[in-house]
């Protein structure tokens, strides 16, 4: 029997694919995920200040009935419930966002109580959530309180078998009072904490006043108040801008004090360090500061902390200036921090915007109304249907005997008790649903008492419904409760940043930040950089004993200190700026000039010496144009340095000299020398210049100043040979000059 090879049909293509440019398609799917990211990841709801992530824990932990009386339950039970009901992401994500909601160093009014390793100030992590227990606290009760009443509108999770809240009914002023960050696809967030009594006052402010200014309000708000303390140092100006525009930042320094010692000695302690600041990693900073001898005030510095923070600075001397000392320290390390504002948030509509401190306030106002309002209709029709009952009931005791009849005696009560009695089917159902132990309770005045109870609370909410001042006048009383419940002289709501003054620009001495020591520039022919310990004299030993690279020679020696700014001047027409304790070491032959600043491969280093803000520069290019320069204005804050002399592609810099003198000295490669006044040279900071000397088949070579009086000097060989009488080679600017007298070196060239 033979065998038959069947051959495979190939699947049929799917039904459904649309052709779409790979342009469309890519812009709708990346617009998607941009959406996604900003609504359900990356910014705050302006109403709860939640995220979806933190809204979902606390629901979920509400679910678990762990209120703050409740025994605590595993992390990972809670983390478990989230992921599986209402958040389908990495359980990773879901217990470092709850763990966050646990520190107290991170969140100003924790919103979960954790029990076990929950991470520390020092940057360490928290332990693994089988091991951490946690439940909610009073102020995460706040946010949910009333959302079983209707107050917020709710939505089916990711799988439709549960439903969560679109948004928490909020009654914390969660936003301002905790803060918030977050980035999303081309935008970010960015709230500091602040204090919620402050934040009460301003919004009690704003109820009776809705056009309030924003000066106004910064006067019951005057700053962020940080979970870790620190001192705001930043001016009133300034902090009212930020808060006017909705962007700005905080300039937040660390709380030390003096401490006296034994025998006139002292010591720095540092109690209180900025906002989201690592300690271990703020000690390891110092102490690399410290080895790399750029704190020469400071001796050490030792970490006492224990449950409070308590780091020991100790200076050299005690003759140091302590604000000095930490002036030093806050401009070098992380004990002063800028904390940045951005309120880029999402309104009640889910649209991202940038809103100021007063919409931030009103938007909260607005929700709370709403959710006043959701909540008395939630329980005005809670009380009608208990009316519409105890009517019921009270027919049903007046006429006891007559119902248990019917009950007994009839297949279907319920349509004969609606017919003989007038009742509703509510009613009916109630008092069929009644147990008999309860007919013991049908005693009149305790139905008409509940009915009065009821009717009060009914006319009380029907009130507040119709009538929006009353709605105000309530949400200002719970506001001065929650201000009352968490004020300035509870230890939750105290003040703990210090709203201090902004500090004086004080000119920190550069020996404070940098320990002076000589040094000597060494820049080789081949541009390699590096300085030597101690000054080396041009004539010494010393100097000719330096080594170079095979094949490279000496460029530039320049004796200096660590303190000191070394230019350099480039055939580029840049000034480039290095510092001189940023200089790599002398052992060896140093690092290549190019990896310090970013100097074309075509171009070289022609000058090099140190910054003084009363030195001027004569700058020339090959083709005989320049201009004298101030020292302070050829500063460079890049690696890319400062062009000052523009130089044509064929006539680059060639030329360069401090100015001291009266008369400056040029000669070209013609070997003809021209003198003429430096006051006939203008002053410039940038530019061309104007003609030195002119040529004819040659350009220029050399540049000098020197004193008229004194004569000229030029080194030729060994020896240093002086010109005084002059008068042939003096003329004006712009002229060709004379040949060069008789012994000037056949360079061209003054050294």
């Known amino acids: 029997m033979t065998k038959q090879t069947l051959k495979e049909q190939p699947p049929e293509p799917p039904q459904d694919i649309t052709e779409k440019p790979l342009r469309e398609a890519l812009s709708e799917r990346y617009l998607s995920y941009a959406l996604s990211t900003i609504m359900d990841r990356a910014l705050p709801d302006v109403r709860d200040g939640m995220k979806p992530v933190h809204r979902r824990l606390l629901y979920a932990m509400r679910g678990l009935k762990l209120d703050p009386t409740s025994p605590p339950k595993k992390s990972a039970r809670v983390v478990g ?152 140092v930043e001016n009133r100006e300034t902090i009212i801008e930020a808060y006017r525009t909705g962007k700005g930042s905080f300039r937040i320094r660390a709380k030390w004090h003096k401490e006296e010692l034994r025998q006139g000695t002292w010591q720095i302690v540092v109690t209180e360090i900025p906002f989201q600041v690592q300690k271990s990693r703020l000690i390891e900073k110092m102490a690399e500061l410290l080895q790399a001898r750029k704190l020469p005030l400071l001796d050490d510095v030792n970490d006492e902390s224990a449950e409070d923070v308590r780091i020991v600075l100790t200076p050299k001397s005690r003759n140091v200036d302590p604000a000095v000392l930490m002036e030093s320290l806050f401009k070098l390390c992380d004990l002063e921090a800028r904390i940045p504002l951005n309120m880029n948030v999402l309104d009640k509509d889910c649209v991202p915007s940038v809103m100021d401190l007063r919409d931030v306030l009103k938007s909260y106002l607005n929700h709370r109304q709403d959710v006043l309002i959701r909540r008395s209709t939630y329980k005005l029709q809670q009380i009608e249907a208990r009316l519409e009952v105890l009517a019921g009931y009270l027919i049903a005791y007046l006429n006891l005997d007559k119902v248990i009849k019917i009950i007994r005696t009839e297949d279907e009560p319920k349509p004969v008790l609606m017919k003989t009695f007038g009742l509703t089917d509510n009613q009916a159902e109630a008092i069929l649903n009644m147990r008999l132990r309860s007919l013991r309770k ?38 001065a409760e929650l201000k009352k419940r968490f004020g300035k002289n509870t230890k939750l709501g105290a003040r703990r940043t210090v709203i201090g003054e902004a500090p004086v620009e004080r000119d920190v001495p550069v020996d404070a930040v940098i320990e002076r020591e000589n040094i000597t520039v060494v820049l080789s022919a081949k541009g390699w950089i590096r300085a030597m310990r101690g000054h080396i004299a041009d004539d010494s030993a010393q100097r000719a004993q330096i080594k170079y690279k095979e094949g490279d020679e000496e460029g530039f020696v320049l004796n200096a200190e660590t303190i000191d700014k070394v230019l350099l001047f480039a055939t580029n027409g840049r000034f480039y700026t290095l ?173």
């Not at 909410?461 to 009538?467: I, P, Q, R």
């Open 81 to 232: 419930d989230v992921i599986g009901k209402f958040h389908p992401h990495g359980d990773t994500a879901v217990y470092d966002a709850m763990v966050r909601l646990a520190q107290d160093f991170s969140q100003r009014y924790p919103l979960v109580e954790g029990q076990g390793n929950f991470g520390n100030i020092d940057g360490d992590s928290a332990a693994a959530m089988r091991y951490t227990e946690a439940r909610l606290t009073d102020v995460a009760l706040l946010l949910l309180e009333g959302i079983d009443e209707d107050a917020v509108d709710l939505r089916p999770t990711y799988d439709g078998s549960e439903t969560e809240p679109v948004v928490l009914p909020a009654a914390f002023p969660n936003l301002l009072a905790n803060g918030t960050n977050g980035i999303a696809v081309g935008m970010a967030t960015s709230i500091p904490p602040h204090n919620v009594a402050e934040i009460c006052d301003a919004l009690r402010y704003l109820i009776g006043t809705p056009n309030a200014g924003i000066e106004k309000l910064v006067s019951f708000m005057p700053g962020p108040d940080f979970p870790t303390g620190g001192e705001l």
């Open 442 to 479: 049908l005693e009149e005045m305790q139905i008409k008492g509940e009915q009065k109870d009821l009717a009060e609370k009914q006319a009380g909410l029907k009130k507040l419904l119709k009538n929006e001042d009353a709605r105000w006048q309530f949400i200002d009383s719970e506001l």
């Open 579 to 751: 510092s001189g304790d940023k200089l790599p070491p002398g052992r060896g032959f140093g690092e290549p000039l190019r990896l310090m600043i970013d100097l074309p491969n075509e171009d070289d280093i022609i000058g090099l010496t140190l910054y003084a803000p009363d030195k001027k520069f004569v700058v020339a290019s090959k083709d005989g144009h320049g201009f004298i320069v101030k020292a302070e204005d050829t500063l460079a804050q890049t690696k890319n340095g400062k062009q000052i002399l523009n130089v044509a592609d064929q006539a680059k810099a060639v030329a360069f000299a401090p100015v001291a003198g009266d008369t400056i000295a040029v000669i070209g490669t013609n070997r003809k020398l021209l003198l003429f006044p430096a006051s006939d040279l203008p002053e410039m900071s940038r530019g061309r210049g104007v003609i030195l000397q002119k040529y004819h088949g040659g350009e220029l070579s050399d540049i000098k100043t020197f004193v008229l009086k004194e004569g000229l000097t030029w080194q030729s060989g060994e020896r240093t040979r002086t010109e005084t009488d002059l008068r042939s080679w003096r003329g004006e600017r712009a002229q060709a000059g004379k040949i060069a007298p008789t012994g000037f070196n056949r360079s061209n060239r003054f050294k």
